[in-house]
T-cell receptor, first 115, second 111 residues
Framework: GDSVTQMEGPVTLSEEAFLTINCTYT??????LFWYVQYPGEGLQLLLKATKADDKGSNKGFEATYRKETTSFHLEKGSVQVSDSAVYFC??????????????FGQGTTLQVKP | DTGVSQNPRHKITKRGQNVTFRCDPI?????LYWYRQTLGQGPEFLTY????????KSRLLSDRFSAERPKGSFSTLEIQRTEQGDSAMYLC?????????FGSGTRLTVV
């Protein structure tokens, strides 16, 4: 079945460092891909998305490019801030026409940014 | 509209007790989802409603779990005879076809 694999955390960075969180997926066809962020005590918030191959999603300085050839959707940010400390989830929306809209999530990667 | 609302935020219960959670989705959203998130894991799909019809249930949803969405508005998730393994964050999300909005979740601790 469809699945998402994220790099293990926690990822600890100093402020202004470059961030990469790896995400790879297994799916039939061309799923839609998402990154969600979860701050402590809060629900998941959509960070960015891409719906077809080579699309780049971007928001708040974060970017991710849908790479069909490597089945990847890595999250990047050029300069992280302490306020970016959170748990980041990669997710996919399967391409099958019978899908009910349920998302399949990776296990999450905790990012800690130190001043 | 204030988004998706879930109540209670936290629930501590003794093993064997029944618990019920409530989710109030965004009013114009016809799709409603329940997910379960255990510590260190991503959310896992439990069940899905389109309006008042429950259209899909995960194998994770044992017979001790039941969900309803009367009149296609709010939804409830009940767990009967709770077990320690039920301890988790229960997330509700709604969708109107252009992406999800998640609630803040109900954290259940079974002692």
């Amino acid at each position: 079945g469809d699945s998402v694999t994220q790099m293990e955390g926690p990822v600890t960075l100093s402020e202004e460092a470059f961030l990469t969180i790896n995400c790879t997926y297994t799916a039939t066809g061309y799923p839609s891909l998402f990154w969600y962020v979860q701050y402590p005590g809060e629900g998941l918030q959509l960070l960015l998305k891409a719906t077809k191959a080579d699309d780049k999603g971007s928001n708040k300085g974060f970017e991710a490019t849908y790479r069909k050839e490597t089945t990847s959707f890595h999250l990047e940010k050029g300069s992280v801030q302490v306020s970016d400390s959170a748990v980041y989830f990669c997710a996919l929306y399967p391409a099958t026409s019978s899908n009910t809209g349920k998302l399949i999530f990776g296990q999450g990667t905790t990012l800690q940014v130190k001043p | 509209d204030t988004g998706v609302s879930q109540n209670p935020r936290h629930k501590i219960t003794k093993r064997g007790q029944n618990v019920t959670f409530r989710c109030d989705p965004i009013s114009e959203h016809n799709r409603l989802y329940w997910y379960r998130q255990t510590l260190g894991q991503g959310p896992e799909f439990l069940t899905y409603f389109q309006n008042e019809a429950q259209l899909e249930k995960s194998r994770l949803l044992s017979d001790r779990f039941s969900a309803e969405r009367p009149k296609g508005s709010f939804s409830t998730l009940e767990i009967q005879r709770t077990e320690q393994g039920d301890s988790a964050m229960y997330l509700c999300a709604s969708s109107g076809g252009h992406g999800y909005t998640f609630g803040s979740g109900t954290r259940l601790t079974v002692v």
